[in-house]
């Protein structure tokens, strides 16, 4: 979905997150959402509560938070760890926008050489411990990776057509070359490269130069083994060979 870039993070947030609340309500799984603090809304939590969604969302700090956690927020005694110095905290809080109050998990990390720690808060409806729900709520950084691999392999922030519609159909064929990538990297990359992200796909393997040389009855194609070995490129073609296989 393209919006215009002068809106709020969550803007339409309904319209999007029904469709795929829809599509798996009769299916008998449990249903996770997470999400960074621009939905950290009353509303959403409702609607999540209603569906029966279990939701971690940063939350901003304000004062009564910090009150909550001052306890944590004295430097540890001690000659500083090299390691940081992680504390959890869960209690329960109530915004003044709130019609509840909710499950609260904070984190407070000691880093050496800092002055002040790094402190975050999450509301949640998650029962596990406070450790989990924070490393649960971490996995959004993961995602963000992917967003981060398309934007920089495929150039799909290039939205510089005249017109609305088709910048956004433009990002829909964006994300489809991005999928193919993705699926060309986990159906048919060697063992020994599958960690290769799709830039170095492009580069490596993809937008790689050859010397074509004709003859009366073939064609050879040939290419430099700076970026991948002969045998390992012929191991690559040979999967891709098997997948035409299968699917015929």
């Known amino acids: 979905?393209?919006?215009?870039?002068?809106?709020?993070?969550?803007?339409?947030?309904?319209?999007?997150?029904?469709?795929?609340?829809?599509?798996?309500?009769?299916?008998?799984?449990?249903?996770?959402?997470?999400?960074?603090?621009?939905?950290?809304?009353?509303?959403?939590?409702?609607?999540?509560?209603?569906?029966?969604?279990?939701?971690?969302?940063?939350?901003?700090?304000?004062?009564?938070?910090?009150?909550?956690?001052?306890?944590?927020?004295?430097?540890?005694?001690?000659?500083?760890?090299?390691?940081?110095?992680?504390?959890?905290?869960?209690?329960?809080?109530?915004a003044a926008s709130w019609q509840k109050k909710r499950r609260v998990v904070a984190k407070v990390e000691w880093h050496q050489g800092d002055l002040f720690p790094r402190v975050g808060f999450i509301?949640?409806?998650l029962s596990a411990r406070a450790d989990n729900v924070v490393k649960f709520y971490n996995g959004r950084g993961i995602a963000e990776q992917w967003i981060k691999e398309g934007k920089y392999a495929l150039n799909w922030t290039r939205l510089s057509c005249k017109h609305f519609l088709s910048n956004q159909v433009r990002l829909g064929l964006f994300v489809l070359a991005y999928n193919l990538g993705n699926f060309l990297r986990r159906l048919v990359l060697?063992?020994?490269?599958?960690?290769?992200?799709?830039?170095?796909?492009?580069?490596?393997?993809?937008?790689?130069?050859?010397?074509v040389l004709k003859h009366?009855?073939?064609i050879t194609f040939q290419m430099a083994e700076v970026a991948i070995r002969k045998e390992l490129f012929a191991e690559i073609l040979s999967r891709i060979n098997r997948l035409r296989c299968c699917s015929v």
Request: aromatic residues 12%; hydrophobic residues 35%.
């Open 1 to 94: 979905m393209l919006r215009p870039g002068n809106v709020h993070s969550a803007d339409r947030w309904k319209e999007l997150l029904e469709p795929i609340v829809r599509r798996y309500e009769n299916k008998k799984v449990r249903k996770y959402f997470r999400g960074d603090a621009a939905f950290a809304k009353p509303e959403i939590y409702e609607y999540l509560e209603e569906k029966g969604l279990l939701y971690a969302i940063r939350l901003s700090a304000n004062d009564v938070l910090y009150d909550e956690i001052k306890h944590l927020l004295s430097r540890p005694v001690g000659r500083p760890s090299r390691k940081p110095v992680v504390w959890f905290h869960d209690f329960k809080y109530q």
């Open 123 to 125: 509301v949640t409806n």
């Open 190 to 211: 060697p063992r020994k490269i599958k960690h290769w992200s799709l830039r170095s796909l492009l580069v490596k393997l993809i937008k790689i130069g050859a010397k």
């Open 216 to 218: 009366s009855r073939y």
